[in-house]
Nanobody, 117 residues
C-alpha cells in the first residue's frame, strides 16, 4: 500500500507563487505515474499535471506555462511549482499516484490553495 502526504498549500495573492510537495511512503518504489489534480468548490476533480517515472510530463491547458511538475524518483516525491497564480486556481489540490501492475490508484488527502484577487 502507498500513502501520499501533501504539503505546501496556503493563501497567496494573485500573481504569486506556491510550491506543493507530495511524498509517497510504503510500497512506493514501483509507482509509474505521480501527479496533481484539483477540485474547486462545486466542480469535479480535474487534472493539473502528471509526470511518469521516465520523466514524461502532461499539463492541463489552463496551467501550461505557469506550473511546473517535477519528481524525485529516489525519494518518491513529486513537486508542483505554481506561478502566476490566478483566483481561478483556488481549489483543493490532491496528490495522485498510479501503479500499472496491478493497476492501482492512490490519492492524498488534499491541500488547499487559495488565491486572493
Amino acid at each position: 500500500h502507498v500513502q501520499l502526504v501533501e504539503s505546501g498549500g496556503g493563501l497567496v495573492q494573485a500573481g504569486g507563487s506556491l510550491r506543493l510537495s507530495c511524498a509517497a511512503s510504503g510500497s512506493g518504489d514501483s509507482i509509474n505515474v505521480m501527479g496533481w489534480y484539483c477540485q474547486a468548490p462545486g466542480k469535479q476533480r480535474e487534472l493539473v499535471a502528471t509526470v511518469t517515472s521516465t520523466g514524461r510530463v502532461n499539463y492541463a491547458d489552463s496551467v501550461k506555462g505557469r506550473f511546473t511538475i517535477s519528481r524525485d524518483n529516489h525519494s518518491n516525491t513529486v513537486y508542483l511549482q505554481m506561478g502566476s497564480l490566478k483566483p481561478e486556481d483556488t481549489a483543493v489540490y490532491y496528490c495522485h499516484a498510479r501503479r500499472y501492475f496491478p493497476d492501482t490508484t492512490y490519492w492524498g488527502k488534499g491541500t488547499l490553495v487559495t488565491v486572493s484577487s
